[in-house]
């Protein structure tokens, strides 16, 4: 795989996530009746309407699950980001060679150029990650607050 689509792949996922908590919690919403979100965010867990009791173990086992893969996404990004710091781009742009002509290296041709794009990309996927490990917290945040 490269960059690109792993980064591709880890979005799709975390979409898929994020489309999962709004199904788990609209189930939720459902199962604890009208009226149950008025008494704010300090709700009891378990607190259902009567015809729904049956339902709160296979609700709360769905929920455990999204929130397990959750983890393991987590981990993925994790591991991803430390095997994309080890092998930095500019270490594997070092080998690029722009040019064998002596003008050229004299002048170190693009050498400023190409060391701010390498910068550039560098923050650019630090920023990435850390919007994605932000956003696999909030997820994992929301999915424990919505257990019944």
Not at 56 to 78: G, H, I, R, S
């Amino acid at each position: 795989y490269h960059r690109r689509e792993l980064l591709e792949s880890i979005m799709w996922h975390l979409e898929t996530i994020g489309l999962s908590c709004v199904l788990c919690g609209v189930m939720a919403t459902v199962l604890r009746g009208p009226g149950a979100n008025k008494q704010g965010k300090k709700q009891k867990k378990g607190k259902v309407l009567q015809q729904f009791t049956g339902c709160v173990e296979d609700v709360n086992n769905l929920v455990e699950k999204f929130y397990a893969t959750n983890k393991k996404l987590e981990d993925v990004v994790n591991v991803f980001e430390a095997n994309l710091s080890l092998a930095t781009l500019p270490d594997k742009m070092q080998g690029l060679k722009f040019g064998e002509n002596e003008t050229l290296s004299k002048n170190n041709f693009l050498k400023t150029e190409t060391e701010e794009l390498l910068a550039k990309m560098d923050s650019s996927y630090k920023d990435s990650f850390s919007q994605i490990k932000d956003t696999l917290k909030l997820k994992l945040a929301y999915l424990d607050s919505i257990k019944l």
